[in-house]
């Protein structure tokens, strides 16, 4: 079992900046890729960032230039800093992982529980 565990959430106004953060735990041999999509209320699960384990990193459009992933390998720990929030990227944000767990051949997928980021204009 791996689990994924975020913090950073919460309410801001727009234009203001929030940090989040995901903590991976548990049966992990290796983590490729992390990453952060988000949800809002009536729409589907969207990507928002991803970073692999080399530091490539991939943005939806409507969040680059203002929001920045990054990850520290050793801590199997992700960030996404948020910049310049606007009302539209209220939603509930979540943290994924991908790679293997417990040993070389498993390959596994995690997800977080979810941390509501509320930007109110």
């Known amino acids: 079992q791996v689990q994924l565990v975020e913090s950073g959430g919460g309410l801001v106004q727009a234009g203001g900046s929030l940090r989040l953060s995901c903590a991976a735990s548990?049966?992990?041999?290796?983590?490729?890729?992390m990453g952060w999509y988000r949800q809002a209320p009536g729409k589907q699960r969207e990507l928002v960032a991803t970073?692999?384990?080399?530091?490539?990193?991939n943005y939806a459009d409507s969040v680059k230039g203002r929001f920045t992933i990054s990850r520290d390998n050793a801590k199997n720990t992700v960030y996404l800093q948020m910049n310049s929030l606007k009302p539209e990227d209220t939603a509930v944000y979540y943290c994924?992982?991908?790679?293997?767990?417990?040993?070389?051949?498993?390959?596994?997928?995690?997800w977080g529980q979810g941390t509501q980021v509320t930007v109110s204009s």
């Open positions: 994924k992982a991908d790679g293997y767990w417990r040993g070389p051949s498993f390959v596994g997928g995690s």
């Open positions: 548990g049966s992990i041999f290796s983590i490729n890729a």
């Open positions: 970073i692999t384990s080399g530091g490539s990193t």
